[in-house]
């Protein structure tokens, strides 16, 4: 989540410069964002995987904000899977709709589609309260007015912007960088993701751009850097990220890549 510890603003993240706009609508959660040729997966012109889990980390997010609110929610696991209509979109909207409000976990599920309605995608996660008691949320009406106009735009590919590189194939590492800092001041979630996703394209050379994934998180990132690690059979990718500080297994992922 991109929410920030009371009393210390909003500081400018990567998630700025993926232009979402989110409002609530009702009980759901709704956002849009375009489409730059800076967010596509290389060589391609389809939305990478790890933008449309950023943007859904937030828009699912939301759920768990109004719910858990002061505290501070986190993510504990996140599915995005993008469909073969999603080349050459242009405007992606979303949708989130609540499916389970407990008092320890909110899961929520979402849809992607692009400018002309149709479905391109979906995606799902599950949240729960930061075991920080001290981690709280600004004004929940503050984070909607964030969110409300876009931010900023992505100028460069996502890899430049936050740093992440190919180490080796399937090696993939992100530095623990204020600019994907989450509330708690670890990797945000989504952008995580693009650990993943380097990871799993870099072990996978026949593959054009991975379409689905799905994280677990186990521990927060906040020094770092992030390293995924990937292993991949006939497209598919287990893929475990660990903090090269310490050692310890942060999450574990599973990808699907279309082949070329």
Same mark, same amino acid.
């Given at each position: 989540?991109?929410?920030?510890? !009371? ?13 979402? &706009? ?29 933008? @449309? ?17 002061? &505290? ?12 073969? /209509? ?10 989130? &709709? ?5 008092? !320890? ?34 004004? *929940? ?55 993943? /996703?380097? @990871? ?10 991975? /379409? ?14 992030? *390293? ?33």
């Amino acid at each position: 989540m991109t929410a920030q510890q !009371s009393g210390e603003g909003l500081p400018r993240t990567a998630l700025d410069d993926l232009g979402l &706009r989110l409002v609530p609508d009702g009980d759901d959660a709704v956002g849009d964002a375009p489409v730059l040729p800076t967010m596509w997966s290389p060589g391609t012109s389809c939305l990478r995987v790890t933008v @449309a889990a950023t943007w859904a980390d937030a828009v699912l997010g939301m759920h768990a904000i109004m719910a858990f609110a002061p &505290r501070l929610p986190v993510t504990l696991d996140l599915d995005v899977h993008l469909f073969d /209509e999603i080349a050459d979109a242009e405007h992606i909207a979303m949708r989130a &709709r609540l499916v389970k409000a407990g008092s !320890s976990v909110v899961v929520s599920e979402m849809d992607f589609r692009d400018g002309n309605g149709r479905l391109v995608g979906v995606g799902g996660a599950s949240f729960m309260v930061a075991p920080d008691p001290t981690l709280v949320l600004p004004p *929940v009406e503050l984070i909607f007015e964030r969110f409300a106009h876009r931010q900023g735009e992505l100028t460069v590919p996502l890899t430049e912007r936050i740093g992440c590189v190919r180490e080796k194939p399937g090696v993939a590492s992100l530095p623990c960088s204020p600019a994907v800092h989450n509330g708690s001041k670890a990797i945000n979630g989504g952008l995580l993701t693009l650990a993943v /996703e380097e @990871a799993a394209l870099s072990a996978d050379p026949g593959a054009t751009r991975v /379409e689905s994934v799905h994280l677990r998180y186990l521990r927060a990132i906040r020094t770092g850097p992030a *390293v995924a690690r990937a292993d991949v059979h006939h497209h598919l990718g287990r893929v475990t990220v660990t903090d090269a500080t310490t050692g310890t297994v942060a999450a574990i992922a599973t990808t699907r890549a279309a082949g070329a």
